[in-house]
């Protein structure tokens, strides 16, 4: 198939929202709490349209189970990866996902969590937490019991451009001010360990303190992300992580550049700029997937993109 399969977003209204997607992204948002775009998924919870071609109208979770052609005939029961942007106007949660075993086992057969983030924008003495001080469960159970968060968490300060991988059982939290494209499995599972005892339409979010304490690692380890350059007469390719789950990369174009689809299918979200591709022309905050068997295909313009496969 030559057809990209451009996507309509899905957009989650949190207690922590903002209106970023919309005043930086140009999305039409539900309100100015918005604090998710869903930009490719084919999860239950927030299922893309595509918006172009032969399968216009159709969900992508759709497309995954009549047409697994179009991503190689890859196996599996879901779309395997979830591509989001997120707009911290406040603090989210202290919060943990579990791995594929425990979701398997304790949520109806879900896919656990594994993510990372491509910081794009966040305050000058902007950060996030990330991993834990804890040396053992038992000492994790009690500091968790005592409240003594600002002991428990650890803080890593970032700036635009930062690129980190969550894996599952991380201690995590991204924070005020915090913009950043989010590619993860195609899992909505999040543990709540700590919530700064707010309330969301006058009552307490839930917490999932046992859950945290059963799928937390500890210690913490950081994990090290190392990006590998591949440069090009126009662009600049830089793979951000390879794991189990993806591979996820930067490219930065200038002028015009020809690349091979040579993988299943290639999620591709433009995070700044504007150009074409295959003279189509494509601009900030758009995404769409390029399917198995594409082919060559050319890019054009002055972007920054984040592409991901399997």
Known sequence: MNEIIFLKPVFKSMIWGGDRLKTEFSYDIPDEHTGECWAISAHKNGDCIVKNGTYEGKNLSWLWKHHRELFGDVEGEVFPLLVKIIDAKADLSIQVHPDDA??????????????????????????????HNADSREELRKMIEDRRWQELIRIKPIKKGDFLQINPGTVHAIKEGTLLLETQQSSDITYRLYDYDRLDNGKPRPLHIEQSIDVIRCPHEDVTVRGKLTNYQNCVLEELIQCKYYTVSKLSLHGEQTFMQEFKFLNVSIIEGKGSIDQIEIKKGDHFILPYGYGTYCLKGNMEIIVSHI
């Open 102 to 131: 425990y979701a398997m086992e304790h949520e109806q057969g879900a896919l656990g969590k594994t993510e990372c983030w491509y910081i794009l924008d966040c305050p000058e003495d902007g950060n996030l937490v990330i991993g």
